[in-house]
Structure formats: structure tokens, C-alpha cells
Nanobody, 123 residues
Framework: QVQLVESGGGLVQAGGSLRLSCTVS????????MGWYRQAPGKQRELVAT??????????NYADSVKGRFTISRDNAENTVYLQMNTLKPEDTAVYYC??????????????WGKGTLVTVSS
């Protein structure tokens, strides 16, 4: 069974930094696009950043609200995606979810979600 497990959330003051990690486990054949989404209280889930698969590094895409402050990266050997978050703002407070397109052996790609990790930015 495929599992996505996030870590690295917590409480930080405005202007601070956090690094989120998400590791995929299970019988995996390949992982395509990986990404981070977030959902603030009372709001819809929104895209934060995605990164495609690549021989050395994938192509990245960011929400306008985090460009220049957040950096997504991945370690294909470890089936892990990271989100480095700098210059955090109170409006970044949300539950952050890991997402990935994963192909298991003898199956097509399917989309998976982690359970989320809470990031709270105090002013």
C-alpha cells in the first residue's frame, strides 16, 4: 500500500523558516509529479508548488503568493519531496498536504495525498 508521510510542520514566527518533507513508501514503480498543497481554515485547498520528475531535477511551478519565498525540491532516490519555506507570513498558516502521481507495479499512475502537516505562523 502506498503511503505519503509529511513532516516538518510546526509553529514559527513571521519571517522565520520551516522545511517540510514528504516521503513515499510502498511498492512503487515510479513517481511522476510531486507537489505541495495547503488548506487554511475556512478556505479551499490550493496549490503551493509542484515539481515534475526528471533525470536530475524536475520542472517547478509555484503559486504567485509563494514565489521567491518557497522552494520545492525532490530526492528521487529517497522518494522524497521537500518544501523549503522562508520569510513566512501569518497568511501561510495552513495544513500542508503532500501530493504525488505514483505508479505501482502492473498498474497505471494514480494520484495520492498525505494526511497533512500543520504550519502555524505567528505575527
Amino acid at each position: 500500500q502506498v503511503q505519503l508521510v509529511e513532516s516538518g510542520g510546526g509553529l514559527v514566527q513571521a519571517g522565520g523558516s520551516l522545511r517540510l518533507s514528504c516521503t513515499v513508501s510502498g511498492r512503487i514503480f515510479s513517481i511522476n509529479t510531486m507537489g505541495w498543497y495547503r488548506q487554511a481554515p475556512g478556505k479551499q485547498r490550493e496549490l503551493v508548488a509542484t515539481i515534475t520528475s526528471g533525470t536530475r531535477s524536475g520542472s517547478t511551478n509555484y503559486a504567485d503568493s509563494v514565489k521567491g519565498r518557497f522552494t520545492i525540491s525532490r530526492d528521487n532516490a529517497e522518494n522524497t519531496v521537500y518544501l523549503q519555506m522562508n520569510t513566512l507570513k501569518p497568511e501561510d498558516t495552513a495544513v500542508y498536504y503532500c501530493n504525488a502521481d505514483i505508479r505501482q507495479f502492473l498498474s497505471d499512475y494514480m494520484n495520492y495525498w498525505g494526511k497533512g502537516t500543520l504550519v502555524t505562523v505567528s505575527s
